[in-house]
C-alpha cells in the first residue's frame, strides 16, 4: 500500500523567501503524485501534477515540485513567497482511480 | 462547468438526527469519491463510485454512514443517527480517469456539526 509523509506541520517563511514543503511517497510501483492547496472554509484545488512525464513540474501561482525516484520525494517549491499563498498544502500519491491518498498537510503562513 | 458542487455548505444538527449530504459531479466524470476532513485524522476517503456503482465502501466509519448514487449527476450521504463526532466538513470530489487524466477536482465541502 502506498503512503505519504509531509514533514513538518507548518512551515513560516517571509513574503519573498523560499518556499519549500516537503513530501516523501511510499509506494511499490511509479505512482502519480498531486499537490492540493486549501484556502480557508474553500475545497482543495490542484497545484500541479506528476504523471510520469517530466520529473520537473511545474503547476498555477508560481509553484513546481520535482519527482525524485531515488529519494522517493515530491517537495513542493516556489521562488518567492507572496502574502496571498498562505494556506494548508496537502501532497498526495494515487495508483490509479479512487486510490487517492493525502498526507496530512503543511499549514504555509507568510510574514510581511 | 461550474464543478462539484455541494449543499448544504454548513449543516448544523442535534445528535439522533438524519443528516443527508448531497453532490453534483462535474458532467461527464465517471469517479465520484466522498471524503471527511478532520483535524485529528486529516482527509479520509470514505467511498467512491464508478459509473454510478460503488466500488469501495471500506472507509465507510459505522453502518451509520450509507452513500447512494442514482444517477451520473447526483450523489448523496447519509448519516443516521447522527453523533457529535460526526462534526467535520465532507467533500465531494469526481474525476474523469484517462490518460493524462488522473487528479479529482473538488467541492467547497460541507462542514457538519452535530451538537
Known amino acids: 500500500a502506498q503512503s505519504v509523509t509531509q514533514l513538518g506541520s507548518h512551515v513560516s517563511v517571509s513574503e519573498g523567501a523560499l518556499v519549500l514543503l516537503r513530501c516523501n511517497y511510499s509506494?511499490?510501483?511509479?505512482?502519480?503524485l498531486f499537490w492540493y492547496v486549501q484556502y480557508p472554509n474553500q475545497g482543495l484545488q490542484l497545484l500541479l501534477k506528476y504523471t510520469s512525464a517530466a520529473t520537473l513540474v511545474k503547476g498555477i501561482n508560481g509553484f513546481e515540485a520535482e519527482f525524485k525516484k531515488s529519494e522517493t520525494s515530491f517537495h513542493l517549491t516556489k521562488p518567492s513567497a507572496h502574502m496571498s499563498d498562505a494556506a494548508e498544502y496537502f501532497c498526495a500519491v494515487s495508483l490509479g482511480p479512487g486510490n487517492l491518498i493525502f498526507g496530512k498537510g503543511t499549514k504555509l503562513s507568510v510574514k510581511p | 462547468d461550474a464543478g462539484v458542487i455541494q449543499s448544504p455548505r454548513h449543516e448544523v444538527t442535534e445528535m439522533g438526527q438524519e443528516v443527508t449530504l448531497r453532490c453534483k459531479p462535474i458532467?461527464?466524470?465517471?469517479?465520484l469519491f466522498w471524503y471527511r476532513q478532520t483535524m485529528m485524522r486529516g482527509l479520509e476517503l470514505l467511498i467512491y463510485?464508478?459509473?454510478?456503482?460503488?466500488i469501495d465502501d471500506s472507509g465507510m466509519p459505522e453502518d451509520r454512514f450509507s452513500a447512494k448514487m442514482p444517477n451520473a449527476s447526483f450523489s448523496t450521504l447519509k448519516i443516521q443517527p447522527s453523533e457529535p463526532r460526526d462534526s467535520a466538513v465532507y467533500f465531494c470530489?469526481?474525476?474523469?480517469w484517462g490518460i493524462g487524466n488522473t487528479e479529482a477536482f473538488f467541492g467547497q465541502g460541507t462542514r457538519l456539526t452535530v451538537v
Open positions: 470530489a469526481s474525476s474523469l
Open positions: 458532467s461527464g466524470h465517471d469517479y
Open positions: 463510485f464508478n459509473n454510478n456503482v460503488p
Open positions: 509506494s511499490s510501483v511509479p505512482p502519480y
